[in-house]
């Protein structure tokens, strides 16, 4: 991966995911350099580069130094109804655990705990004071047992601690967040007509909003909360019913998000108490910082916030002092940030492009016998082209890119879930 000119790095851009004519792109518009402008049109993904040039740190300078303004959506309210933040008393069998204790438990998971708590892990749902109700509704989602994330995750935030958390992918941090979000749902009133979300969860992407969403309604379908997912680039119509139509927890893009609370008589965050922030790095990475700050300014400054992240870049470390306080608890599951030890990883450099394509499809072949293949491109058009390439070869192919509509980029998702394609370009 040869990076580009310096010159031309400008900051990543989050349209390529967003909702076309939102807000997000209205403001980038408005803001970005005209070289900016011209170059994200083409450049989908700059991450891979950036990050494999080592430039991770450069970008990070240049977002310093933009202004730290922040979007005007008004406060809704100035007076909040009280709500019990702490939903969590350990058993007495995990209570009368000695620190040391603890802390073995912690280390036979591979957790990390960092901030003022002594809460330990729990080692089965029955242990994290969920009703019965709930209890039932995991068991017939076949989840048995926490994982090591919720097993720490999840007495913690149900004790009312703000959260930062960092666990490999797969590892469940989904649910980690949702059932304290479930929680939160339970022990406030019912929403009346035309209050919005209780909980509100952010992702930086519109698959990855309706992967949250679909993963918390796997859980809420057997119980009382109502979740639905809001995200740029299909008609606002559904969304807004949804919304309507009383939703306790939604999952949204925030320039989506933006963009229904700035429409007349949609939602509104006031009663919102649990703010999940997923994939908080990407957001940032794909220029989300004022959308969110601006979102979770105008939510009550008493809620509990909990933020997810891959990676602990500067600006995520701002983001996490400025959103979780002074007293947030940091988890950390295994080695992240390192690299997934599930995962063999293999780095091959090419003289050219043409011995590069040469490798490829003469190798293609045996990694579709091994599973499903991803293929990763720098340019929009790069897709459409290597995806034609296979195609003409015989090879079952999809491509996904921002430029695709909503209803294509389902097809293709659900295409390469299903294995009736074998490539993902
Ligand atoms: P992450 O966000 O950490 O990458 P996800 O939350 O998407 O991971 O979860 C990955 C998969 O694991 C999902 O299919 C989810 O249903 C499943 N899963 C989550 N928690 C559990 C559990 N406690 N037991 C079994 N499966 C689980
Ligand atoms: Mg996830």
Redesign the pocket.
Known sequence: LAPDEPSSRAPRRAEADEDDDGFALALERATAAPEARQRRDDVDDEDIVASAAGYEDEYDDTRRRQAPSELPLPLVSTSYEPFERVAYAPPKELADLAPEDVKKRREALDIRVDGCNLIAPIERFGQGGFDVDTLKALKR???????P??AQGVPTTLAGCNVLAM?????????AFILPALSHVARQRALSKHEGPIALVLAPTRELAR?ISS?AN?ICKHLRPRCCAIYGGVSKTDQFKALRGGAEIVVATPGRLIDVLTMKNCTNLSRVTYVAL?EADRMLDMGFEKAVRSICRAIRPDRQCVLFSATMPPSVKRLCRDLLGDTFVTICVGDVGAANADVQQVARVFVDDAARAQWFFSTLPQFIDAGQVLVFVTHKNSVDELVHDLTTRGVRAVGLHGDLEQHDRHAAMKAFKSESVHVLV
């Open positions: 989602c076949g989840f048995e047992k926490p994982t994330i919720q666990a490999k992918t797969g590892s469940g941090k989904t649910l992967q993963e796997k997923d």
